[in-house]
Nanobody, 123 residues
Framework: VQLQASGGGLVQAGGSLRLSCAFSGRTFTDYAMGWFRQAPGKEREFVASISRAATRTNYADSVKGRFTISRDNVKNTVFLRMNSLKSEDTAVYYC?????????????????WGQGTLVTVSS
């Protein structure tokens, strides 16, 4: 099983990025997906999750209204659209998968993890 995250980079405050996470090796639609992030010196934190049928989404309060999680169950990919980026969004972003109908907020709820992609927001 492989989760391959991509799309990170350097962006100015107020800008946008779209992260992608390609899933392979198992049946994508058996898994709810999540995005987490970890800033230097801080613990990994929940960002967003999406159910396996894309009918339910959940967001951390800090990103609600700015970030959108989505998935393409044909291309086996989950996305995180990030708008109105702030310097405090700077972190390594990880995608994760759990064999369940819906996502979860604790990182311990996920079985599979991607390698992370770095997002740096300059102020």
């Amino acid at each position: 099983v492989q989760l391959q995250a991509s799309g990170g980079g350097l962006v100015q405050a107020g800008g946008s990025l779209r992260l992608s996470c390609a899933f392979s090796g198992r049946t994508f639609t058996d898994y709810a997906m999540g995005w987490f992030r970890q800033a230097p010196g801080k613990e990994r934190e929940f960002v967003a999750s999406i159910s396996r049928a894309a009918t339910r989404t959940n967001y951390a309060d800090s990103v609600k209204g700015r970030f959108t999680i989505s998935r393409d169950n044909v291309k086996n990919t989950v996305f995180l659209r990030m708008n109105s980026l702030k310097s405090e969004d700077t972190a390594v972003y990880y995608c994760a998968a759990r064999p369940s109908v819906t996502g979860a907020t604790p990182a311990t709820g996920y079985d599979l993890w991607g390698q992370g992609t770095l997002v740096t927001v300059s102020s």
